[in-house]
Protein backbone atom coordinates (compact mmCIF):
# COMPACT_ATOMS: atom_id res chain seq x y z
CA UNK A 1 0.00 0.00 0.00
CA UNK A 2 1.15 3.60 -0.61
CA UNK A 3 0.25 5.71 2.27
CA UNK A 4 0.30 8.92 0.24
CA UNK A 5 -2.38 7.64 -2.17
CA UNK A 6 -5.06 7.74 0.33
CA UNK A 7 -7.71 10.10 0.11
CA UNK A 8 -5.64 11.80 -2.62
CA UNK A 9 -7.09 13.54 -5.92
CA UNK A 10 -6.06 11.29 -9.36
CA UNK A 11 -6.48 11.71 -12.45
CA UNK A 12 -6.04 9.20 -15.00
CA UNK A 13 -6.86 9.58 -18.54
CA UNK A 14 -7.74 7.33 -21.50
CA UNK A 15 -9.33 4.89 -18.43
CA UNK A 16 -11.96 3.47 -20.06
CA UNK A 17 -10.06 0.15 -20.48
CA UNK A 18 -6.63 -1.73 -21.06
CA UNK A 19 -4.55 0.13 -18.94
CA UNK A 20 -6.43 3.07 -18.02
CA UNK A 21 -8.78 1.50 -16.37
CA UNK A 22 -6.30 -0.95 -14.71
CA UNK A 23 -4.55 1.94 -13.05
CA UNK A 24 -8.11 3.91 -11.99
CA UNK A 25 -9.38 0.43 -9.88
CA UNK A 26 -5.87 0.25 -8.50
CA UNK A 27 -5.52 3.63 -7.24
CA UNK A 28 -9.32 3.80 -5.90
CA UNK A 29 -8.38 0.09 -3.92
CA UNK A 30 -5.39 2.33 -2.15
CA UNK A 31 -8.17 4.95 -1.37
CA UNK A 32 -7.63 7.27 -3.77
CA UNK A 33 -10.17 9.75 -5.22
CA UNK A 34 -10.44 8.77 -8.90
CA UNK A 35 -11.57 10.49 -11.98
CA UNK A 36 -11.13 8.70 -14.66
CA UNK A 37 -11.20 10.33 -18.34
CA UNK A 38 -11.48 9.17 -21.74
CA UNK A 39 -13.00 10.47 -24.70
CA UNK A 40 -15.81 7.88 -24.84
CA UNK A 41 -18.23 9.13 -22.23
CA UNK A 42 -19.92 5.53 -21.43
CA UNK A 43 -16.88 4.16 -20.86
CA UNK A 44 -15.66 6.82 -18.77
CA UNK A 45 -18.87 6.56 -16.68
CA UNK A 46 -18.57 2.54 -16.56
CA UNK A 47 -15.77 2.38 -15.02
CA UNK A 48 -16.13 5.64 -12.46
CA UNK A 49 -19.34 4.16 -11.52
CA UNK A 50 -17.41 0.71 -10.78
CA UNK A 51 -15.02 2.02 -8.69
CA UNK A 52 -16.54 5.05 -6.88
CA UNK A 53 -14.74 7.52 -8.67
CA UNK A 54 -16.05 10.93 -11.01
CA UNK A 55 -16.04 10.51 -14.76
CA UNK A 56 -14.98 13.42 -16.93
CA UNK A 57 -15.00 12.72 -20.50
CA UNK A 58 -13.75 14.38 -22.79
CA UNK A 59 -10.10 15.20 -25.01
CA UNK A 60 -7.06 14.53 -22.15
CA UNK A 61 -5.14 17.63 -23.71
CA UNK A 62 -7.90 19.72 -21.72
CA UNK A 63 -9.21 17.51 -18.78
CA UNK A 64 -7.16 19.52 -15.87
CA UNK A 65 -9.44 22.15 -15.11
CA UNK A 66 -12.59 19.89 -14.84
CA UNK A 67 -10.64 17.12 -13.27
CA UNK A 68 -9.35 19.64 -10.10
CA UNK A 69 -12.90 21.03 -10.15
CA UNK A 70 -14.54 17.51 -9.59
CA UNK A 71 -11.98 16.94 -6.88
CA UNK A 72 -12.44 19.99 -4.64
CA UNK A 73 -9.22 22.10 -6.22
CA UNK A 74 -6.86 19.52 -5.96
CA UNK A 75 -4.88 17.23 -8.37
CA UNK A 76 -1.73 14.82 -6.37
CA UNK A 77 -1.38 12.36 -9.05
CA UNK A 78 -1.87 12.75 -12.86
CA UNK A 79 -1.90 9.90 -14.98
CA UNK A 80 -1.23 10.57 -18.61
CA UNK A 81 -2.21 7.36 -20.18
CA UNK A 82 -4.64 8.39 -23.42
CA UNK A 83 -2.32 7.41 -26.29
CA UNK A 84 -2.65 6.70 -30.06
CA UNK A 85 -0.82 3.60 -30.83
CA UNK A 86 -0.26 4.93 -34.72
CA UNK A 87 1.61 2.55 -37.19
CA UNK A 88 3.08 3.10 -40.51
CA UNK A 89 6.42 4.30 -42.18
CA UNK A 90 7.44 8.10 -42.91
CA UNK A 91 5.10 7.88 -45.61
CA UNK A 92 2.02 7.77 -43.25
CA UNK A 93 0.10 10.62 -43.63
CA UNK A 94 0.32 14.19 -42.01
CA UNK A 95 -2.77 13.44 -40.11
CA UNK A 96 -1.58 10.29 -38.44
CA UNK A 97 1.67 12.43 -37.75
CA UNK A 98 0.36 15.22 -36.27
CA UNK A 99 -2.38 12.92 -33.99
CA UNK A 100 0.18 10.65 -32.69
CA UNK A 101 2.70 13.99 -31.85
CA UNK A 102 -0.89 15.60 -29.90
CA UNK A 103 -2.12 12.79 -28.30
CA UNK A 104 1.32 10.87 -27.46
CA UNK A 105 3.18 14.37 -26.60
CA UNK A 106 1.88 17.11 -26.60
CA UNK A 107 -1.02 16.23 -24.47
CA UNK A 108 1.48 15.61 -21.37
CA UNK A 109 2.93 19.04 -22.10
CA UNK A 110 -0.30 20.81 -21.79
CA UNK A 111 -1.25 18.85 -18.63
CA UNK A 112 2.43 19.64 -17.41
CA UNK A 113 2.14 23.49 -18.22
CA UNK A 114 -1.59 23.34 -15.93
CA UNK A 115 -0.68 21.31 -12.90
CA UNK A 116 2.27 22.39 -12.12
CA UNK A 117 2.42 25.87 -10.76
CA UNK A 118 0.34 24.28 -8.23
CA UNK A 119 2.79 21.67 -7.19
CA UNK A 120 5.26 23.75 -6.91
CA UNK A 121 3.84 26.36 -5.17
CA UNK A 122 2.94 23.74 -2.13
CA UNK A 123 5.96 21.57 -2.93
CA UNK A 124 4.28 18.08 -4.21
CA UNK A 125 2.77 15.74 -6.77
CA UNK A 126 3.00 12.83 -8.80
CA UNK A 127 3.29 13.06 -12.93
CA UNK A 128 2.98 9.35 -14.30
CA UNK A 129 3.08 9.14 -17.94
CA UNK A 130 2.16 5.96 -19.71
CA UNK A 131 5.13 5.68 -22.38
CA UNK A 132 6.25 2.10 -23.33
CA UNK A 133 9.06 0.05 -24.03
CA UNK A 134 8.63 2.17 -27.70
CA UNK A 135 10.08 5.08 -26.26
CA UNK A 136 13.34 3.37 -25.37
CA UNK A 137 13.53 1.22 -27.72
CA UNK A 138 11.51 1.27 -30.79
CA UNK A 139 9.10 -0.91 -32.25
CA UNK A 140 8.60 -2.30 -35.75
CA UNK A 141 6.23 -1.00 -38.23
CA UNK A 142 5.29 2.06 -36.33
CA UNK A 143 7.36 4.94 -36.96
CA UNK A 144 5.01 7.60 -35.49
CA UNK A 145 3.86 5.77 -32.56
CA UNK A 146 7.86 5.35 -32.09
CA UNK A 147 8.83 8.45 -32.51
CA UNK A 148 6.14 9.77 -30.31
CA UNK A 149 6.83 7.66 -27.56
CA UNK A 150 10.05 8.80 -27.93
CA UNK A 151 8.80 12.32 -27.47
CA UNK A 152 6.76 11.17 -24.04
CA UNK A 153 9.83 9.53 -22.41
CA UNK A 154 12.13 12.25 -23.10
CA UNK A 155 9.07 14.84 -21.66
CA UNK A 156 8.73 12.99 -18.70
CA UNK A 157 12.42 12.76 -18.12
CA UNK A 158 13.06 16.51 -18.49
CA UNK A 159 10.02 16.87 -16.15
CA UNK A 160 11.86 14.90 -13.15
CA UNK A 161 15.52 16.30 -13.24
CA UNK A 162 13.71 19.99 -13.70
CA UNK A 163 11.52 19.59 -10.60
CA UNK A 164 11.96 16.85 -8.25
CA UNK A 165 14.12 19.17 -5.96
CA UNK A 166 10.81 21.09 -5.30
CA UNK A 167 8.94 18.03 -4.29
CA UNK A 168 7.38 16.84 -8.07
CA UNK A 169 7.68 13.53 -8.61
CA UNK A 170 7.86 11.77 -11.67
CA UNK A 171 7.27 8.37 -12.74
CA UNK A 172 7.69 6.69 -16.83
CA UNK A 173 5.52 3.24 -17.31
CA UNK A 174 7.82 1.50 -20.14
CA UNK A 175 5.76 -1.67 -21.15
CA UNK A 176 6.20 -4.16 -23.86
CA UNK A 177 2.95 -5.86 -25.33
CA UNK A 178 -0.28 -5.42 -22.95
CA UNK A 179 -3.08 -7.63 -23.72
CA UNK A 180 -5.68 -4.44 -24.52
CA UNK A 181 -7.18 -3.60 -27.70
CA UNK A 182 -4.01 -1.06 -28.51
CA UNK A 183 -2.09 -4.54 -28.85
CA UNK A 184 -5.00 -6.30 -30.98
CA UNK A 185 -4.79 -3.53 -33.17
CA UNK A 186 -0.85 -3.74 -33.73
CA UNK A 187 -1.58 -6.94 -36.23
CA UNK A 188 1.28 -9.16 -37.34
CA UNK A 189 4.06 -6.90 -35.73
CA UNK A 190 2.47 -6.89 -32.59
CA UNK A 191 1.67 -10.81 -32.99
CA UNK A 192 5.01 -11.55 -33.69
CA UNK A 193 7.24 -8.76 -31.10
CA UNK A 194 4.63 -7.91 -28.41
CA UNK A 195 2.35 -10.80 -27.88
CA UNK A 196 4.57 -13.83 -26.95
CA UNK A 197 5.43 -11.92 -23.68
CA UNK A 198 2.48 -9.54 -23.01
CA UNK A 199 0.91 -9.14 -19.55
CA UNK A 200 -2.21 -8.01 -18.19
CA UNK A 201 -3.16 -4.06 -18.13
CA UNK A 202 -2.89 -4.99 -14.03
CA UNK A 203 0.50 -6.01 -13.77
CA UNK A 204 1.10 -2.54 -15.05
CA UNK A 205 -0.60 -1.04 -12.63
CA UNK A 206 0.81 -3.46 -9.82
CA UNK A 207 4.63 -2.41 -11.24
CA UNK A 208 3.37 1.30 -11.17
CA UNK A 209 2.06 0.93 -7.35
CA UNK A 210 5.52 -0.38 -6.58
CA UNK A 211 7.30 2.08 -8.36
CA UNK A 212 5.95 4.88 -6.70
CA UNK A 213 5.91 3.25 -3.47
CA UNK A 214 9.95 2.74 -4.59
CA UNK A 215 9.97 6.29 -5.28
CA UNK A 216 11.55 5.29 -8.89
CA UNK A 217 11.15 7.13 -12.05
CA UNK A 218 11.41 4.45 -14.78
CA UNK A 219 9.08 1.94 -14.46
CA UNK A 220 9.65 -1.64 -16.27
CA UNK A 221 6.80 -4.48 -16.10
CA UNK A 222 8.91 -6.24 -18.44
CA UNK A 223 11.91 -6.54 -16.48
CA UNK A 224 14.04 -7.84 -19.31
CA UNK A 225 13.65 -3.97 -20.99
CA UNK A 226 16.55 -3.05 -18.81
CA UNK A 227 18.67 -5.14 -20.51
CA UNK A 228 17.86 -4.49 -24.41
CA UNK A 229 17.81 -0.68 -23.31
CA UNK A 230 21.51 -1.32 -21.88
CA UNK A 231 22.80 -2.79 -25.28
CA UNK A 232 20.50 -0.31 -27.25
CA UNK A 233 23.16 2.43 -25.40
CA UNK A 234 26.22 0.50 -25.59
CA UNK A 235 26.61 -1.24 -29.10
CA UNK A 236 24.10 0.79 -30.66
CA UNK A 237 24.83 -0.59 -34.05
CA UNK A 238 24.39 -4.74 -33.35
CA UNK A 239 21.16 -3.71 -31.83
CA UNK A 240 20.04 -2.15 -34.82
CA UNK A 241 20.94 -4.99 -36.57
CA UNK A 242 19.06 -7.41 -34.32
CA UNK A 243 15.71 -5.18 -34.96
CA UNK A 244 16.74 -5.11 -38.82
CA UNK A 245 16.57 -9.20 -39.00
CA UNK A 246 13.08 -9.25 -37.03
CA UNK A 247 12.10 -6.30 -39.53
CA UNK A 248 12.98 -8.97 -42.04
CA UNK A 249 11.34 -11.57 -40.11
CA UNK A 250 8.52 -9.52 -39.99
CA UNK A 251 8.38 -8.54 -43.94
CA UNK A 252 8.61 -12.48 -44.74
CA UNK A 253 5.22 -12.85 -42.92
CA UNK A 254 3.00 -10.26 -44.72
Avoid at 56 to 64: E, F, I, K, Q, Y
Avoid at 84 to 107: K, L, P
Avoid at 166 to 178: M, S
Wanted: charge should be negative; charged fraction near 20%; hydrophobic fraction near 45%.
Amino acid sequence: MVEALHNAGVVVTGAGGGIGAALARRFAAEGARVVVNDLDADKAEAVAAEIGGTAVPGDASAVVDAARDALGGTVDVYCANAGVGSAGSEAAGEDVWARAWDVNVMAHVRAAHALLPGWLERGNGRFVSTVSAAGLLTMIGAAPYSVTKHGAYAFAEWLSLTYRHRGVKVHAICPQGVRTDMLSATGTAGDLVLKPTAIEPQDVADALLKGMAEDRFLILPHPEVAAYYQARAAEPDRWLTGMNHLQQKWEATR
